[in-house]
Each structure stands twice: as structure tokens, then as C-alpha cells.
């Protein structure tokens, strides 16, 4: 039991760090910066990277910008990855539209102009399949790919700085 316990830490190591951000084998959050901050071996990097995945406070990092999150935010304001890990469902359902509430308040999280309301859902609607690849897919790989998506747009690329 304990090995299977020991080799379900190691899996969910790389799962962790890349969803963080890349800050390190561990990523960032309360068990990299606070609790292992001088992790050298790798069996703390398992510890912190559990900590940060498994107390939620990786999440609360990316989103406020603290606990060694600060440039995993990436362009778009915090609130959006808030945004969408609260309403990823009804925002996928929204961009296989092209239309609907989560877009809406989407685009307002994000700033766009009432002018270029019809190419942000457009641009999710004809990109639905990078933004929601799969049914795991998750609110930090749809937040990159929005940010992906967007920077191919010359009217949305001006949103992302």
C-alpha cells in the first residue's frame, strides 16, 4: 500500500508542475515557496507539488498572482482563470455556440470592446477543438489556448497586454 501510495505521488508530480506554471519540478504554491522552499531531493519536490495540487492553493496562486505565481498568470487579467475554473462546462458549451452568458461575461472579464464582441465568439466557436481538446481538458489549458488563440487576432491580440 505504501509503494502505491509513493507511486501515485511520483505520477502526479509532472501532471502538477507543467499546470502551474512551470516554477520548477514542484511549480508554485504554498508547498514550494512556504513549506519546501530549499527542496533539493526528490522526494520534497513530490511533497511540494502535492501540497500546491492537493490543499487548492496552486489554484488560489495562479489566480491572485501570490505564493510564487506571479508570472504564471500569464497576459489576461486573474480573474479570468478564476472565471473559468468556475464555469468551464458552461463555457465550453457557450464557445461550441459561438454565443451564450459565460461568453459574454468573458469578454467583459477580459475587457473586449462591443466592436470585436462578434470576433472574440467567433474565434472561440471556429477554435473550439484547441480550446476544449479533450474531456480532461482543464481551466489552465483553456486559458493557454485562449491566450494562443487570441494572440493569432490582430482585433484580440491588443486584449492580451
Same mark, same amino acid.
Given at each position: %500500500? ?5 507511486? @501515485?505521488? *511520483?505520477?502526479?508530480?509532472?501532471? /502538477? @508542475? =507543467?499546470?502551474?506554471? #512551470? ?7 504554498? #508547498? ?6 530549499? &527542496? ?13 495540487? /492537493?490543499?487548492?492553493?496552486? /489554484?488560489?496562486? %495562479?489566480? =491572485?498572482?501570490?505564493? #510564487?505565481? +506571479? ?7 486573474? +480573474? ?12 465550453? =458549451?457557450?464557445?461550441?455556440?459561438? +454565443? ?9 472579464? *477580459?475587457? *473586449? ?5 462578434? /470576433?472574440?465568439?467567433? &474565434? ?10 479533450? @474531456? ?13 488563440? %487570441? ?11
Amino acid at each position: %500500500m505504501k509503494k502505491l501510495f509513493v507511486a @501515485a505521488l *511520483i505520477a502526479s508530480a509532472p501532471l /502538477t @508542475a =507543467s499546470a502551474a506554471g #512551470g516554477h520548477g519540478p514542484a511549480g508554485c504554491g504554498l #508547498g514550494t515557496e512556504v513549506i519546501f522552499r530549499d &527542496a533539493q531531493v526528490w522526494w520534497q519536490h513530490v511533497l511540494a507539488a502535492t501540497t500546491n495540487a /492537493t490543499s487548492g492553493n496552486q /489554484t488560489f496562486g %495562479m489566480t =491572485s498572482g501570490t505564493l #510564487g505565481c +506571479e508570472d504564471a498568470m500569464g497576459p489576461l487579467r486573474a +480573474e479570468v482563470q478564476l472565471f473559468m475554473d468556475q464555469n468551464l462546462e458552461q463555457l465550453a =458549451s457557450d464557445s461550441a455556440r459561438g +454565443e451564450g452568458e459565460s461568453l459574454a461575461a468573458l469578454s467583459e472579464l *477580459i475587457g *473586449i470592446d462591443n466592436a470585436d464582441q462578434a /470576433t472574440f465568439n467567433s &474565434a472561440l466557436k471556429s477554435n473550439f477543438d484547441k480550446l476544449f481538446s479533450s @474531456a480532461e481538458t482543464t481551466s489552465g489549458d483553456v486559458y493557454s489556448a485562449l491566450v494562443e488563440v %487570441m494572440s493569432q487576432d490582430a482585433a484580440l491580440a491588443k486584449y492580451l497586454g
